[in-house]
């Protein structure tokens, strides 16, 4: 892939569409990891680089009691949503500057509305908390 142009040169859509998709095609490159999504989420939420052993069953985190907790707090979500989640209208859309979030109408979608406004709270005086304004919509 040496003479693909670095993503730098384009927009990142551009450049997986249009350069890197195109030569892993070409070339049959294989992954050099695998990263579950489970894994990927918490390293994010902990603002840490995923930093874990790939291709084999755990992860090496700094905290394994954390990952613990995170791993039983995901189990507990998809028992709430029994892996079929539910959607009451109006669906609430929360923009941020850096992504949207969407929220049902249900008991479960309130509470984690309800829980993301009481983390952007926490973090109010944090360095990295969000700075751009916080809108929300009702979706019907």
Known sequence: MKEVPSPETMSHEQYIWEKLLPDVRENGTGPKCHVGLRDAMYARSRDSKIA?????????????????????????????????PITELPIHAVQTGREVLFFSNSPLGLQGLKQFYQELVNGYFSVHSERDPVCEYSVS
């Open 52 to 84: 874990y052993v790939m291709n084999q069953q755990h992860p090496q985190v700094d905290d394994p009691f954390d990952y613990v907790d995170f791993v039983n707090e995901q189990k507990a979500f998809r028992q709430a949503y029994r892996n079929c």
